[in-house]
């Protein structure tokens, strides 16, 4: 450390023009076509990795292609101070696929931007403190995000906090209830935790957080970012779970790889949000929105949700092989719990042609596929798995 300047010493210049702030795979991905991606070497990888679940549809999806190509032709970029007829009807679209109940988007960027604003109408409406968070969640990296996220005592960074949060341990109902009063403004979690390596709450969990919530007059914010439209095998996982929040956040997976965000509300919160309360520049840009109507469309008239439940069934009865030791999640998102470190069992699926994601859990592989991968792609899986020694070759040899 430079004492008159705080700062580091500075390390050995190096090529590379990014910053050096992602733990990156090693690998450098050149093309893609449907659920494989091909590497600089012309390496072929099955993808149970998915971008981190945002190619919902794969690579090269025509549909996607043509709606991009002809939206950018007609009309590139407009802002929200004008309507845009494509911004309407990839809202309409959403609103037809969301929980009952949930009647206006606000799309932005990001699953963080997402989640800012969710919890900004929240504050806005309730005039309340505090938020209740679950020990385990990832809500994403902006000051008001982060500050509901776990672990993230290594980068919160910002000097403090921009409110108080009660945090809950995971699926406990009765903490989750005391926790909930009157100067709570938002109860805020993902039904399945992705980063925590696909962790589903329980139904009860989910359905007293719904009515603990109305009690106290505090407003239930699931984050759906990651397991929303079709990840779940339901549109959204509030479906699965019978339960609608006040509000719904989603992003990744919704424009199949272009960045979007959204957020969901019914009428009643939307009477309460005034002219101004929330902006963007970017948020429903015509490419985005046209991207959002190619991708929802293709996941209703392709049937993706059946698929996406046949396959995760096949995922969760043939890959408790080699070296894993249960299976946990929710459709398309899934943790494959191992008895060895993930980080050895992903360089292995990776050095056979698979590539798939780490979690928080350091004993946890996470799926996060395509929704269109087939059971031929699991059959792959489940054969390079069933590959792959129960234990590390070290400990064998003990
Ligand atoms: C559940 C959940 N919420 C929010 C986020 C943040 O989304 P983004 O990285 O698009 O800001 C993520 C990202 O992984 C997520 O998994």
Redesign the pocket.
């Known amino acids: 450390m430079n004492a008159s300047t705080g700062t580091q010493p500075a390390a050995a210049p190096s090529n590379d023009p990014l910053l050096d702030v992602f733990d990156r795979m090693g690998m450098t991905v050149a093309s893609g076509d449907g659920v494989h991606v091909v590497d600089s070497t012309g390496k072929r990888y099955l993808d149970f990795y998915g971008g981190?679940?945002v190619a919902s549809l794969g690579y090269g999806h025509q549909r996607l292609l043509d709606a991009l190509t002809a939206q950018a032709k007609s009309l590139f970029f407009q802002s929200n101070a004008v309507d845009v007829e494509v911004r309407t009807r990839a809202a309409a679209r959403l609103v037809k696929m969301a929980p009952r109940g949930l009647t206006k988007v606000f799309f932005v960027n990001?699953?963080?931007?997402?989640?800012e604003n969710a919890l900004r109408i929240a504050f806005l409406l309730t005039k309340r403190p505090k938020v209740v968070a679950v020990a385990g969640a990832?809500?994403?990296?902006?000051a008001a995000?982060a500050a509901i996220t776990d672990h993230h005592e290594s980068w919160y960074a910002f000097p403090r906090k921009p409110f108080d949060v009660t945090w809950v341990p995971f699926d406990d109902v009765a903490a989750l209830e005391a926790a909930i009063d009157a100067q709570t403004a938002a109860v805020i979690f993902?039904p399945v935790?992705?980063?925590a390596g696909a962790r589903p709450l329980s139904t009860t969990f989910v359905k007293a957080a719904r009515a603990a919530a109305t009690r106290a007059g505090a407003l239930l914010i699931l984050?759906?970012?990651?397991?929303g439209v079709g990840r779940s095998g339901q549109p959204f996982a509030a479906d699965h779970y019978g339960v609608v929040p006040d509000v719904l956040?989603t992003?990744?997976g919704i424009a199949g790889g272009f960045?979007v965000?959204a957020v969901l509300v019914g009428d009643a919160i939307a009477a309460q949000v005034k002219k101004g309360q929330l902006g963007t520049t970017f948020g429903g840009g015509p490419l985005a929105c046209a991207l959002v109507e190619a991708t929802l469309q293709a996941i209703e008239e392709d049937r993706v949700l059946e698929r996406v439940r046949r396959v995760s069934k096949r995922i969760f009865e043939t890959c408790c092989v080699g070296p894993v030791e249960g299976i946990q999640g929710l459709g398309l998102l899934i943790g494959l719990r191992l008895s060895r470190p993930a980080k050895e069992v992903l360089a292995e699926l990776r050095a056979r042609g698979i590539l798939a994601g780490s979690s928080h859990d350091p004993k946890v592989v996470r799926l996060l596929p395509p929704l269109v991968v087939e059971e031929e792609h699991v059959a792959q899986l489940a054969a390079a798995l069933a590959s792959l020694p129960r234990q590390a070759a070290l400990e064998n040899s003990r």
């Open positions: 981190h679940a990001s699953g963080a931007e997402a989640n990832f809500h994403g990296r902006t995000a993902e935790q992705g980063v984050d759906e970012v990651q397991i956040t992003a990744k960045p965000g």
